[in-house]
């Protein structure tokens, strides 16, 4: 099973909204309601921001929301702010066959 | 405070083994769970190995299977990788994260901070 494919890299600046893709499959993506987004700082671990596709963890602000339309989740970020560079990281399940999850490749978010 | 604490890695040559641990500090990981997921130098989140809360499932990335065994005890509140037979591209931090909390798929709502795995001659 091949990784979830993210951009590279996206950018924006303080206040605007950034949409970050991630396009899987009909045996993932499509399949299940099971995206999950991490945000990840340099020389830090994941932190979950999104998961169920739209939903979020207590402590996470409303400003990160998530949407799914058949093999294609996304994260939009509104409000952008400094602290929101970093490193983003899809996640989707996968069946009860291996792989029983898989990642996207990461997509890098630069605020300008 | 609570989190995952991961120990056991280190340097180690080609085709030797090491195993890495996984403990909850305050927090119980009895009722969930657990994931292994790496990371190697400068590059994205690759799952390895995923547990049961209890053990009974057990299922692993075609990298390393035939080679890795995950294996918990709960009375510990610890979970395990047996690394055998490791490879150079077997290098990366290995993270341990508990899956499920609120949510009604995987998703890791708990990291742990990381060991780092070097395989070299």
């Given amino acids: ?112 | 405070q609570v989190q995952l604490v991961e120990s056991g890695g280190g340097v180690v040559q080609p085709g030797r083994s090491l195993r890495l641990s996984c403990a909850g500090s305050g927090l119980s990981l009895s009722n969930n769970a657990i994931y292994w997921v790496r990371q190697a130098p400068g590059k994205g989140l690759e799952w390895v190995a995923v547990i049961s809360y209890d053990g009974s499932n057990k299922d692993y990335a075609d990298s390393v299977k035939g080679r890795f065994t995950i294996s918990r005890d709960n009375s510990k509140n610890t979970v395990y990788l047996q690394m055998n037979s490791l490879r150079a591209e077997d290098t990366a931090l290995y993270y341990c994260a508990r899956g499920g909390g609120a949510a009604a798929g995987p998703a890791f709502d708990y990291w742990g901070q990381g060991t780092l795995v070097t395989v070299s001659s």
């Fill in chain 1, 1 to 112: 099973q091949s990784a979830l494919t993210q951009p590279r890299s996206v950018s924006g600046s303080p206040g605007q909204s950034v949409t970050i893709s991630c396009t899987g499959t009909s045996s993932d993506v499509g399949a299940f309601n099971y995206v999950s987004w991490y945000q990840q700082h340099p020389g830090k671990a994941p932190k979950l921001i999104i998961y169920d596709v739209t939903k979020r963890p207590s402590g996470v602000p409303d400003r990160f929301s998530g949407s799914k339309s058949v093999n294609r989740a996304s994260l939009t970020i509104s409000g952008l702010q400094a602290e929101d560079e970093a490193d983003y990281y899809c996640c989707s399940y996968a069946g009860s066959y291996t792989p029983d999850v898989v990642f996207g490749g990461g997509t890098k978010l630069t605020v300008l």
